[in-house]
Each structure stands twice: as C-alpha cells, then as structure tokens.
C-alpha cells in the first residue's frame, strides 16, 4: 500500500509570493491533517479536513487555506508569503478503527522563502 | 493555558539500560493523547494513541500509559535504532478543536 505523498519535496520561494503544497493520502483514508514544523516553534498544527470539509483548525492566519478533493487529496496554500513560513509542512492521513485513530504521515515538504 | 510538556529535553542511554519519557498536559476536554517518533529529516511515526486515564499501549520495546496529567513512553532494552525524538501530542477542547503538541525529547542509545 502505498503511503503519504507529498509534492513537491522542496520549494523556494520570495517574500510576498504565494505557494500551493500538494498531499495524496492513503487510499481509503478521507481525513487529511496538516502541520508546520520549525526549530523554534516545533511541531503546530493547521487544520484537518474529512469528507471535502475543514473539520479542526489551528492558530494560523487567514494567509494559511486548505481544501479536500472528493478523491481525499488535499491542498494547502500559504499567500502572502513570509520569511517566518519556511518551514517543514507536513500532512497525514488517518483513518479510525472503531475509537482507535491511527495516523501516518508524509515526508514533507520543506519550504524556504527568501 | 493548554500546554504540553515534554521531559527530559535529551536522554542519552547505554544499550539495554531501559528508561521512561515523560509528557505532561494542562488541557481541558482531553480527547486523546498521542505518541510519534521522528528520524531526522523525515515525517513523524505514529506510535500510539492513548483515550483514557489507566489506558496501556505496547508495541516492541515501547509501552505508553495515560494517566489524568501526563504520559509516559517506557522503553525497555533500548536499542540503538531506537535513537530518535519522541514527541506527543493531545487533541482536547470543547470541541477535539485544539491539537497541541510537546516540543519533544530527543533519545540516543549508545551501542
């Protein structure tokens, strides 16, 4: 089975630009998570959607937007680009066994903006 | 304040001298607790989710228990593949709205 995948791998971009990271989760996986990771401020997360809708969002500007597609791939788009956005982002899936969760993560993209 | 801590920062280990992480929690509504591990330069692995205070997880040398303020991640006989950060997080609020995570603990096992 194929795992999480992540587009592209890498990415630079300049201040003021706008940038759009692609997720392909795992087949029969419809939530889709996705998360910001830096050396100062760690591991934060974004915003969930299950189903084409946003079901959790965390502390982030209006800057940082994210849609479902009805094949459960998502995307994210950061507008307005900041030198405070580069950053590892990161998006799982997960799917739920009953009450269990179990989520797995693709290997990111890293993004620098200069 | 919803936080989480995680502790020590960094825990070096000899081979097979077992050990436990600890990550502790301020949140209100907790809906589950969650333990991953991360390589360098790669996306966190799941490891476990935790629902309810009492609750154990194991898998290999790692068993995870729950109680009301924090976690623990007990490695038995660790080996050096084990070498890797530890970080957990919680999903809590009124509404499961909040994911908040630990700033991790950093494992080395030394051969």
Redo the contacts between chains.
């Keep these: 089975k194929a795992g999480v995948t992540q587009t592209p791998r890498y990415l630079i971009k300049t201040r003021g630009q706008q940038v759009t990271l692609s997720c392909s989760p795992i087949s029969g996986h419809r939530s889709v998570s996705w998360y910001q990771q830096t050396p100062g401020q760690g591991l934060q997360f974004l915003f969930e959607y299950f189903s084409e809708t946003q079901r959790n969002k965390g502390n982030f500007p209006g800057r940082f937007s994210g849609r479902q597609f009805s094949n459960s791939r998502s995307e994210m788009n950061v507008s307005t680009l900041e030198l405070g956005d580069s950053a590892l982002y990161l998006c799982a899936s997960s799917f739920t066994s009953g009450l269990q969760e179990t989520q797995y993560f693709g290997p990111g993209t890293r993004l620098l903006v200069l | 304040e919803d936080q989480v801590t995680q502790s020590p920062e960094a825990l070096r280990l000899q081979e097979g001298e077992s050990s436990s992480l600890n990550c502790s929690y301020t949140v209100s509504g907790l809906r589950?607790l969650?333990w991953?591990r991360q390589d360098p330069g790669?996306?966190?692995?799941?490891l476990f989710?935790l629902?309810s205070a009492g609750e154990e997880k194991e898998k290999e040398r790692l068993k995870a228990t729950l109680t009301k303020k924090e976690s623990f991640l007990h490695i038995t006989a660790p080996k050096p593949e084990d070498s890797a950060t530890y970080?957990c997080?919680v999903q809590a609020g009124p509404?499961?709205?909040?994911?908040?995570?630990?700033?991790?603990t950093s494992l080395s096992v030394i051969p």
């Design positions: 589950g969650f991953y790669k996306g966190p692995e799941f989710t629902y970080l997080a509404s499961y709205d909040k994911v908040i995570f630990g700033p991790g």
